[in-house]
């Protein structure tokens, strides 16, 4: 497969749960069987997919995949049922329940899609680190600035606005009493 179809297959991944997975209707299409055949070989194997291989969306997942337009809307000849989503490893199961040459072959490059995701992620977490060293840094000297931008202006409302002179004070009168 081309580096483009790596790329293609990278972008139908979406992280859901805190897990990146791929909808059911994407991976049928990837392996070259219809949605529907995919989600009978689940269904017959179930044993085959705890919940970290594959799980059903809830409802509000649901619409925020249909708001993304990824799945179409109801009554529009789309989904009647939500999707099953696959993890990496649920990918590669269905694959191996699907028993034909053309998954195995699309399940292999689908693990590699997953992991050169992860790799990306993984590079990017040092750079994560060192931004947010970089903003705290920032933070740090905006405090500093921001205590001198508070006195200067303080400064300047005096002097603008001095407060009011205290009254004067007696003096003792000269002289002998």
Do not use: C, W
């Amino acid at each position: 497969m081309s580096k483009d179809a790596v790329l293609n297959v990278e972008s139908l991944i979406k992280k859901i749960r805190g897990k990146r997975v791929i909808v059911d209707a994407d991976l049928a299409r990837i392996y070259g069987v219809t949605t529907a055949a995919l989600n009978q070989a689940v269904k017959r194997n179930i044993e085959k997919f705890p919940e970290d291989f594959m799980f059903r969306l809830t409802h509000e997942e649901f619409s925020l995949l249909m708001s993304q337009s990824v799945i179409s809307k109801k009554g529009r000849g789309g989904r009647q049922k939500h999707p099953n989503v696959f993890s990496e490893h649920g990918a590669i199961m269905a694959a191996n329940v699907l028993r034909s040459a053309e998954a195995v072959r699309m399940g292999i490059f689908v693990v590699r899609a997953f992991v050169r995701m992860r790799e990306f992620l993984s590079g990017n977490k040092e750079l994560a680190e060192q931004l947010i060293a970089l903003e705290k840094k920032i933070t740090d000297r905006l405090d500093v600035h921001e205590v001198a931008i508070v006195d200067i202006l303080q400064r300047i409302m005096t002097i603008i606005d001095p407060p009011p002179a205290s009254p004067p004070t007696p003096k003792d009168p000269i002289g002998f009493h």
